[in-house]
């Protein structure tokens, strides 16, 4: 089927999870140094995501309910990605087809807000309301209109805990970012943005566990690599604790789970896993860029140079400590 016919099917949009990202990413592609997310049952009921960014102008306003109506082709690779993947600018367009939507929107220079609801991607009403630079989406009854994508749904407790592990990467690879997450009308955290990549971590995780984590920091070969990993005598790691990010972007690589592995092993009294906070940089082209950047998959063309610079930096960062 075509994509106009799968948004109006609900198709382009699966979970709760995936509407949370392109609200997040959105927010962040217009400058936003805050963003609050609140759910409720799992993002099933409300998804809200309220933004202090550029605002959307009013005369573009209609066009954000229709398909391809991005305003961020910039490169070729952007224009690469529309081609084969069609989604580009379709983000909302897709969500608001299979939900009801209140938004919420002001710019600097505007005298007042403005506010449309939506349902099922048909605009019911626009009005003009108090309100701050920024924009506020509100997501309400997901999949209302589409009986057979909600009954694919998880326990309200599933979705949530997929929301809550997606709104942690973004919140540490977006350490310039404030994030504050509030679950069923309860806190769950508050980053403090300002590029405080440490405070970020604590306030996610249990306090706790800073006090097990050392300091990595490494270069060779153009590449850079700096973040935290935990002491070996931390058991509660496990694999879902490990986030490793390449040039800005979460990934999810076996082979540098084995190096960090390896470079862990000689401390391991059991089957542990170090929690890993690891961000490297790299020159674009020592990487595969055919795989799509929303993808979490990586590839390395020189994969010898890349478990090298883990390794060194893991083992200069545990030798540091057991000084
Ligand atoms: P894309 O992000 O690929 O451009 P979307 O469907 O996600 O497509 O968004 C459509 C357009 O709506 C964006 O290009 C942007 O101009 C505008 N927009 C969406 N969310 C926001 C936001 N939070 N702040 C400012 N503009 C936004
Ligand atoms: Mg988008």
């Known amino acids: ?31 936003a140094s805050e963003i609050l997310v609140s759910i409720s049952k799992g993002g099933k009921r409300l998804i809200r995501v309220t933004d202090n960014g550029s605002g959307i102008n009013k005369e573009d306003l209609p066009l954000v309910f229709e398909r391809h109506a991005t305003s ?19 983000a909302l367009a897709s969500i608001s087809a299979v939900s009801n939507i209140e938004l919420i ?12 609801e939506a349902s099922g991607g048909k605009i019911l009403k626009t009005t003009p309301v108090g309100a701050v630079r920024g924009t506020s989406i509100s997501v309400k009854d997901l999949f209302f209109n589409t009986p057979a994508r909600l009954k694919f749904l998880k326990s ?13 990467v973004l919140a540490i690879s977006h350490p310039e970012v404030s994030f504050k997450y509030v679950v069923d009308d309860h806190r769950q955290f508050d980053t403090p943005g300002k590029d405080k990549l440490d405070q970020a971590i604590y306030s996610i995780y249990e306090p706790e566990l800073m006090k097990h984590l050392v300091g990595v920091d490494a270069q060779d070969g153009g590449m ?16 879902a604790h490990q986030f ?4 800005g972007r979460y990934v ?3 082979l540098i789970r084995d190096v960090i592995q390896m470079a862990y092993k000689p401390y391991l009294m059991h089957n542990r896993y170090p929690v890993c906070f690891l961000f490297m940089d790299i020159k674009a082209d020592y990487i595969d860029v055919n795989i799509h950047p929303a993808k979490t998959e990586i590839k390395f063309h020189d994969e010898g140079a890349v478990k090298q610079l883990i390794y060194i930096g893991l083992k200069k960062a545990f030798n540091l400590y057991n000084q």
């Open 105 to 116: 929107t002001m710019q600097e220079a505007d005298e007042s807000g403005i506010k449309v």
């Open 1 to 31: 089927a075509g994509t106009a016919s799968k948004i109006a099917a609900g198709e382009v949009v699966e979970k709760p999870a995936m509407v949370v990202k392109e609200l997040v990413e959105n927010a962040i592609d217009a400058g």
């Open 244 to 247: 490793v990010f390449v040039n």
């Open 252 to 254: 999810k690589s076996d």
């Open 224 to 239: 850079t690599l700096r973040g935290y990993i935990s002491k070996y005598g931390y058991t509660k790691g496990t694999r």
């Open 72 to 90: 961020k082709i910039r490169t070729i690779e952007d224009l690469y990605s529309v081609v084969s993947l069609g989604f580009r600018g379709e």
């Open 156 to 168: 309200d407790q599933a979705e949530t805990r997929a929301i809550t592990e997606l709104i942690s």
